[in-house]
């Protein structure tokens, strides 16, 4: 059973900074492209940054330069080190993993983690 849980989400104010982490486990996250998206209040669901296995990162345009997405695959952790926070990141996080596969050769899917909340208040 696939299973990612973020922590790391709290309340800080705008500047602030934050490490969000996401425990994967039940499968081969090593080949899987592994990110983080988020969702404000009464918007949708949003990208904000992948790392590929192979070690390549992709951002959207609002978090560039100050988020930083890493992970380590011994231990299939995925980690969001975000920086200068502002009020317009407020939202819940969502650990992804994405094209994950269970087994070897079996099917890719995507998986979600239940999100951890991340306020940016003063």
């Known amino acids: 059973q696939v299973e990612l849980v973020e922590s790391g989400g709290g309340l800080v104010q705008p500047g602030g900074s934050l490490r969000l982490s996401c425990a994967a486990s039940?499968?081969?996250?090593?080949?899987?492209?592994m990110g983080w998206y988020r969702q404000a209040p009464g918007k949708q669901r949003e990208f904000v940054a992948v790392?590929?296995?192979?070690?390549?990162?992709n951002y959207a345009d609002s978090v560039k330069g100050r988020f930083a997405i890493s992970r380590d695959n011994a231990e299939n952790m995925v980690y969001l080190q975000m920086n200068n926070l502002k009020p317009e990141d407020t939202a819940v996080y969502y650990c992804a993993a994405l094209g994950l596969r269970t087994v070897v050769g079996g099917r890719a899917k995507d998986y979600w983690g239940q999100g951890t909340q991340v306020t940016v208040s003063s």
């Open positions: 039940g499968g081969l996250f090593s080949l899987a492209t």
């Open positions: 790392r590929a296995s192979g070690g390549a990162s």
